[in-house]
């Protein structure tokens, strides 16, 4: 393993990521200031906390909620969430009776603008065929148990739709603004695998 600029092990993925960023950078294919760029702009411009706040405010506006059915790209991008990867977005919404897991069975179809990068666990081959097989399982291997009576819904992402699960507001947050709202909310509710409410274990 090779060492960081700290002292520690990097990991071989990351160790890998370095030793390339490296080479192009010697070779003057990518500026530094521009990867650096980009990296601040998936951590502090893109990623879920734009979608926490997407589902924060279905919750708190039914307005907001009806237009998000209706068209969910065009709500999104109304609170400045817009661009590549997120052109054609459909919402999904958890309820006691249903439940949504969403996957790319093809490749790694995921919605940018409102999740940032897809995780690495999204673009795995035994995700993408569990979630279609054994979405139950899926859940399980997450450490959440839905009731038997619970329909799970299985969304494939594809270059022409990505989807967004709304996941049930949970119980005792009546009194709670959008932003505290919008913390409660995890990425992988909005992917499906943390149904936040109702089935944990």
Avoid at 30 to 58: F, K, M, T, W
Avoid at 103 to 124: F, I
């Amino acid at each position: 393993m090779a060492d960081d600029h700290h002292g520690g092990e990097l990991d071989e993925m990351t160790a890998r990521t370095k030793a390339l960023e490296e080479q192009l950078v010697a070779r003057g294919l990518v500026d530094p200031a521009a990867l650096d760029r980009i990296v601040e702009r998936y951590e502090h411009e893109i990623g879920p906390h734009n979608g926490a706040r997407v589902v924060a405010r279905s919750w708190l506006d039914p307005e907001f909620r009806a237009w998000l059915e209706r068209d969910a790209t065009a709500a999104v991008a109304s609170m400045g969430y817009a661009g590549r990867q997120g052109e054609h977005l459909v919402a999904v919404w958890n309820t006691d009776q249903v439940h949504n897991l969403v996957v790319c069975t093809l490749c790694s179809c995921y919605p940018w603008p409102v999740l940032g990068l897809p995780p690495v666990w999204y673009k795995s081959p035994a995700y993408r065929a569990k979630a279609v097989r054994d979405p139950r399982g899926v859940l399980a291997d997450f450490g959440h148990t839905l009731p038997d009576h619970t329909q799970i819904r299985v969304w494939d992402s594809t270059a022409e739709v990505r989807y967004l699960v709304i996941p049930e507001r949970p119980a005792g947050t009546d009194g709670l603004g959008e932003e505290e709202l919008a913390a409660l909310v995890t990425r992988d509710s909005m992917i499906g695998t943390d149904p936040l409410t109702g089935g944990g274990s």
